[in-house]
């Protein structure tokens, strides 16, 4: 089965029609980046991505739920019809990124220049900590013709990756969070992934008791190539009866 056959049809309902009362989770369409842009810039405010700002997480959150390599879940209230939870997971991190690159590469670029154009402290952090990563990543993708990087010693375990999930601070403690976590577990499971992983703030200022309560396990601290300090956590798919969550809503 290829990435694309994995792919959900866009609003397609399917084991995201659920969630806590009142509230839906189901999969992103374009429209809803004019609620996730925002949401993404209220709710997580110190990632590096938002400080390119609305525009940017507009173009963003549209280019990661096309890629057929990951998912993005929304929680919408019935009532109102506000987008009021997102979550960002990729099912293959390698190709995910090679289709940013390839299919949304220039326009995501040009949004990131012309940001850091106008903010010199930007461009400095971005020139810094990031620029030459992503630079060789980019170029590593070109010169692969496309292709994703494997593992030399036989075939890789199937790793996906949280990358952010948010809940607008109105509707926290209902298990919103919980039931978009849990769509991204069923969606990961139903692709043939073993693990699932993510890294959090340590802390308080991470979310590591939320994940821990869904049954994530915590493995360390990490320490980005850019010297940012992380709390590392995984979760297992393949046995799922060794580490079954309390209280996921599903
Ligand atoms: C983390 C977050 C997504 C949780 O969303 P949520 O909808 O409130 O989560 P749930 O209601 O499903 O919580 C389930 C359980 O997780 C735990 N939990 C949730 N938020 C917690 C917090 N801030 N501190 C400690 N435990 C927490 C609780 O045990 C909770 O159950 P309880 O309410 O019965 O005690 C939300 O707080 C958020 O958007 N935070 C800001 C963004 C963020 O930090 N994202 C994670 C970055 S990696």
């Known amino acids: 089965m290829t990435g694309r056959d994995r792919r959900p049809a866009e609003g397609g309902r399917g084991p995201f029609a659920s969630g806590p009362g009142g509230v ?4 992103f369409t374009h429209h809803d980046a004019t609620w996730t842009a925002p949401l993404h810039l209220r709710e997580l405010p110190g990632g590096f991505i938002t400080r390119f700002g609305e525009g940017f997480l507009e173009s963003y959150h549209r280019a990661f739920a096309r890629s057929p390599h990951a998912v993005v879940a929304v929680a919408e209230d019935l009532a109102t019809g506000r987008v009021v939870g997102a979550l960002f997971g990729t099912l293959d991190t390698r190709a995910h990124y090679g289709f940013l690159v390839r299919h949304h590469g220039p326009e995501l670029a040009v949004r990131i220049f012309v940001r850091a154009a106008r903010d010199s402290v930007l461009a400095r952090d971005l020139v810094r900590s990031r620029a030459a ?3 060789r990543g980019v170029v590593r993708y070109l010169f692969s013709g496309g292709r994703t990087a494997r593992a030399k010693d036989g075939p890789a375990e199937r790793v996906g990756l949280l990358e952010h999930v948010m809940v ?14 849990a769509a991204y577990e069923e969606r990961a ?3 043939g992934l073993e693990r699932l992983e993510l890294v959090t703030l340590p802390g308080e200022r991470g979310a590591g008791a939320f994940y821990e309560r869904l049954g994530w396990r915590p493995g360390g601290e990490r320490v980005s190539r850019s010297g940012e300090r992380f709390a590392f956590y995984s979760r297992p798919l393949v046995d799922a009866s060794a580490s079954s969550p309390r209280g996921s809503t599903g």
Not at 24 to 27: D, I, N
Not at 170 to 181: D, N, Q, T
């Open 168 to 181: 607008d601070a109105g509707y926290r403690r209902r298990g919103v969070g919980s039931a978009l976590v």
């Open 189 to 191: 499971r139903a692709a």
């Open 24 to 27: 839906r989770v189901r999969f």
């Open 133 to 135: 990563r992503y630079a």
